[in-house]
């Protein structure tokens, strides 16, 4: 399989894309605006054509590549049923498997950080988006985010995966890549609490100041990023 890790400085984020070979079909996950010119030379490099971009939820620290990777290739622009979006071409829900090629991503909901959030599971790894980072979990004080939702999205979905499991998440901000189930299990903070109701006091408690694009990011990402100035 062809698996590419991409980081965008600018808002810790990482997109990824994958292929089952060379010259076949091609997803990616929460590509950044900015970085389309890049995952697209990429994408001609590796001789693939791009079917399909993913966003795990809208997010609030940059605007989406998904509307102009549409643009530029005609893939898919897909997305979870909850989410407020009007460009999309593919909603996905709990459950379903998106396949492309030979690639079967299972769709997993996982609200608590914005109530449209999913994870994507393949048999050995899992893309968290926002909701369980590395060393930590997904703010849930903004876009009708609930701490309540996110432990039942960690601990009954997430954490009941394999241990082996490799977990790639939407953003890390210390240059870690990934981590695992078991190791976020063991050694995240934010999951050694003996409750629902003390993981809810833990992120209730949390004074963070809000994404410093969250104005212009969410309704550019429900326009698919194309309501921004090339």
Not at 138 to 164: C, H, I, M, N, V
Request: aromatic share 8%; net charge negative; glycine share 8%.
């Amino acid at each position: 399989m062809i698996f590419r890790q991409l980081f965008d400085s600018q808002s810790w984020t990482y997109t990824y894309l994958l292929a089952e070979r060379r010259g076949g079909e091609a997803l990616i996950i929460d590509p950044v605006l900015d970085g389309v010119p890049r995952y697209l030379r990429l994408i001609r490099e590796l001789d693939l054509q791009l079917v399909m971009a993913i966003d795990t939820h809208i997010h609030a620290d940059h605007v989406t590549g998904m509307g102009r990777l549409r643009q530029a290739t005609w893939c898919a622009a897909a997305m979870g049923e909850q989410a407020r979006a009007e460009c999309l071409s593919l909603r996905f829900r709990e459950g379903e498997t998106l396949k492309v090629d030979g690639i079967a991503l299972k769709a997993l909901y996982t609200p608590g950080h914005t109530d449209d959030s999913y994870s994507l599971v393949l048999p050995d790894r899992v893309f968290t988006g926002d909701t369980l980072l590395i060393g930590g979990t997904g703010r849930t004080d903004f876009q009708d985010g609930d701490p309540g939702a996110q432990y039942d999205s960690l601990f009954g979905k997430l954490l009941t995966l394999p241990d082996e499991t490799v977990v790639y998440p939407a953003h890390d901000y210390e240059g870690r890549t990934s981590s695992t189930i078991g190791m976020e299990r063991r050694f995240n903070p934010r999951l050694q609490v003996d409750s629902r109701e003390a993981y809810v006091d833990q992120m209730n408690a949390l004074a963070l100041q809000p994404p410093r694009l969250i104005d212009i990011a969410v309704p550019a990402n429900r326009a698919c990023g194309l309501d921004v100035a090339a």
